[in-house]
T-cell receptor, first 113, second 112 residues
Framework: QQQVKQSPQSLIVQKGGISIINCAYE??????FPWYQQFPGKGPALLIA?????SEKKEGRFTISFNKSAKQFSLHIMDSQPGDSATYFC????????????FGQGTELSVKP | KAGVTQTPRYLIKTRGQQVTLSCSPI?????VSWYQQTPGQGLQFLFE???????NKGNFPGRFSGRQFSNSRSEMNVSTLELGDSALYLC???????????FGQGTRLTVV
């Protein structure tokens, strides 16, 4: 019940294309869903986050879509660029557990020029 | 504004030894969490400290411990190191417990 399942494990997209990464969860007590981007040798960097009271949040080329009834959320990267090549992690947490983030397994994105 | 600082960046230790890792959070942040990242298990929560008190703990053996000081800096300690403890250890800081988490670059621990 504490798991967050992420897919696909790896993704290859052409420059200018749309990258889509999906996550699913079981525990309906989760109320905060961030996405992190990690480059080799670096720590994860917060990209964008959403709470269950909204169905979509957009920041620049990055959009989170959230489907509360399906217990799924996804990250869309529009106009993908080679510089977006990194590993992306979805995560979830509950307010009553403070800062404990449950992470998905990660998606390795490669954007080809 | 300086980010989260973790020291050292790299460590090589021998099985059976102990190790202490340090984390300085973003100025003004009072919550510090620790995570272990491995290729097999991904990112796993170790524990969280807020105002010098452990607020939450993950499913790791008692060999893993931590503490937080009055200036919010945190240390984690791993005793009796095992080969499987080789990992990237990440620290994340928050202003308070339910706000955005910002990660440091991590400490790469190799146990030989």
């Amino acid at each position: 019940q504490q798991q967050v399942k992420q897919s696909p494990q790896s993704l290859i997209v052409q420059k200018g294309g749309i990258s889509i990464i999906n996550c699913a969860y079981e525990n309906t007590a989760f109320d905060y869903f961030p996405w992190y981007q990690q480059f080799p040798g670096k720590g994860p960097a917060l990209l964008i986050a959403i709470r269950p009271d909204v169905s979509e949040k957009k920041e620049g080329r990055f959009t989170i879509s959230f489907n509360k009834s399906a217990k799924q959320f996804s990250l869309h990267i529009m106009d993908s660029q080679p510089g977006d090549s990194a590993t992306y992690f979805c995560a979830a947490s509950m307010s009553n557990q403070g800062g404990k983030l449950i992470f998905g397994q990660g998606t390795e994105l490669s954007v080809k020029p | 504004k300086a980010g989260v600082t973790q020291t050292p960046r790299y460590l090589i230790k021998t099985r059976g030894q102990q190790v202490t890792l340090s984390c300085s959070p973003i100025s003004g942040h009072r919550s510090v969490s620790w995570y272990q990242q491995t290729p097999g298990q991904g990112l796993q929560f170790l524990f969280e400290y807020f105002s010098e008190t452990q607020r939450n703990k993950g499913n790791f053996p008692g060999r893993f411990s931590g503490r937080q000081f009055s200036n919010s800096r945190s240390e984690m300690n791993v005793s009796t190191l095992e080969l499987g403890d080789s990992a990237l250890y990440l620290c994340a800081s928050r202003w308070t417990m339910n706000t955005e988490a910002f990660f440091g670059q991590g400490t790469r621990l190799t146990v030989v």
